[in-house]
């Protein structure tokens, strides 16, 4: 029930391309969905979150998509460019950052 | 604004030997926490540090351990290194505690190898 499961593993979209990253809860009590960005040898960074009051929150070309009933959100990469080529985590808490759940990862890479 | 900063970037060990990893949060910051990254997968919850004391621990045996100082920096021991612990260490910090808007900052993380 604390796990929030991500896919797909990895993904490979050309350049101009959407790139589309889902992941799935159920807890109930998760109420702070951020998206974390990691490059090779960095460590993660957030780079979007929404929170379950909203359907959609958009910040340039990445848009969250969050569908409260089916339990499940989803991040949007529009006009895809190589400088996106990284590994992406979805997450979620309750409320207390030491309860933040990481889904698995997805490693996504931009043909150019 | 200074981030997160760990050291050392880069540690190797052998099979046995103690690693200690250190952890300065940015400036205000009261929370440490620490994750440990195997190659190819997720972040796995180590040790949440909140003035001063450990406030939860993740799912670890007893020889991965820290502390934090009066400062708020943090170090993780790592005790009779196995070669299952070779990973990327990441270190965050946050401000706030318990808000439900609360953003993690990492540092760019400490690689151990264990040989």
């Known amino acids: 029930q604390q796990q929030v499961k991500q896919s797909p593993q990895s993904l490979i979209v050309q350049k101009g391309g959407i790139s589309i990253i889902n992941c799935a809860y159920e807890n109930t009590a998760f109420d702070y969905f951020p998206w974390y960005q990691q490059f090779p040898g960095k460590g993660p960074a957030l780079l979007i979150a929404i929170r379950p009051d909203v359907s959609e929150k958009k910040e340039g070309r990445f848009t969250i998509s969050f569908n409260k009933s089916a339990k499940q959100f989803s991040l949007h990469i529009m006009d895809s460019q190589p400088g996106d080529s990284a590994t992406y985590f979805c997450a979620a808490t309750p409320g207390e950052a030491s309860k933040i759940i990481f889904g698995s990862g997805t490693r996504l890479s931009i043909r150019p | 604004e200074a981030g997160v900063t760990q050291s050392p970037t880069h540690l190797i060990k052998t099979r046995g030997q103690q690693a200690t990893l250190r952890c300065s949060p940015i400036s205000g910051h009261t929370s440490v926490y620490w994750y440990q990254q195997a190659l190819g997968l997720g972040l796995q919850f180590l040790l949440w540090y909140d003035e001063g004391e450990e406030r939860n621990r993740g799912n670890f045996p007893p020889r991965f351990s820290g502390r934090q100082f009066p400062n708020y920096s943090s170090e993780l021991n790592v005790n009779a290194l196995e070669l299952e612990d070779s990973a990327l260490y990441l270190c965050?910090?946050?401000?706030?505690?318990?808000?439900?808007?609360?953003?993690?900052?990492f540092g760019a993380g400490s690689r151990l190898t264990v040989l």
């Open positions: 965050a910090s946050s401000l706030e505690v318990g808000t439900g808007a609360n953003v993690l900052t």
